[in-house]
């Protein structure tokens, strides 16, 4: 992959993992794997972040639970198809992966920057107290034609400012990779409970009159 490609999409979260690995697929012989990262928020909330992980990046058959870990890469989506419907399913591909003994600086644990296309109209609407929300879906491309697609919430006034995007509006996102969750009804009888990941945004840019270099 291109320095430059790699450079439109960066993340690094530093948390407690609390899971083991469990297989996702391969990909020529190589394997990639799903545990979770608990990333602390300076409210004393936590965010539980998706992790995907090479076999030949970590020694998968370990025992990690507990650990301190701080991983750097790219937020990734693909498609999960579920029945007649497609899923779009995120997490943090990683690229490097450090042990720590401790970390103390809380601001700086999830951190992530994005350089993408604006694919959807933005949804721009207000809570009953009157804040200021907008969605945004954002296109980041990658080599070789693929794009992966980003979910992105901004508030305030970045609410406000992103709601006159237009589709293919170049832009670009500061934030964090935030977990949420949410109720699903499946039918008049059933619901479910579900986690939705998202970048929540502190500060955006419109990048205008730019052009990225696609490979």
């Known amino acids: 992959m291109s ?55 970590m020694d998968i058959s370990g025992d990690y639970i507990g650990t301190v870990l701080e991983a750097s890469g790219q937020f990734r989506s693909y498609n999960r198809h579920e029945g007649s419907r497609n899923k779009l399913v995120l997490s943090v591909f990683v690229r490097e992966v450090n042990f720590l003994e401790s970390f103390d600086d809380y601001t700086k644990t999830n951190q992530i920057y994005l350089d993408g296309y604006v694919c959807k109209d933005p949804i721009y609407r207000k809570t009953p107290l009157g804040r200021e929300i907008a969605d945004l879906l954002v296109a980041v491309n990658r080599p070789y034609g693929k794009s992966d697609y980003i979910p992105c919430i901004a508030w305030g006034r970045n609410a406000r400012y992103a709601s006159g995007f237009e589709v293919g509006s170049r832009i670009r996102i500061w934030g964090r990779v935030q977990s949420r969750e949410y109720t699903k009804k499946l039918n008049e009888a ?26």
Do not use: W
Request: proline share 1%; glycine share 6%; aromatic share 8%.
């Open 3 to 57: 320095e430059k490609m790699m450079e439109n999409n960066k993340v690094t979260v530093i948390g407690e993992v609390i899971s083991g690995f469990t297989f996702s697929h391969e990909v020529f012989g190589e394997g990639f794997y799903m545990t979770e990262l608990l990333v602390n928020r300076l409210s004393n909330q936590a965010d539980v972040i998706p992790l995907m992980v090479s076999e030949r990046l």
């Open 190 to 215: 059933e619901c479910e409970k579900r986690v939705a990941y998202e970048v929540s945004v502190s500060k955006l840019e419109e990048a205008v009159g730019e052009e990225e270099e696609i490979v």
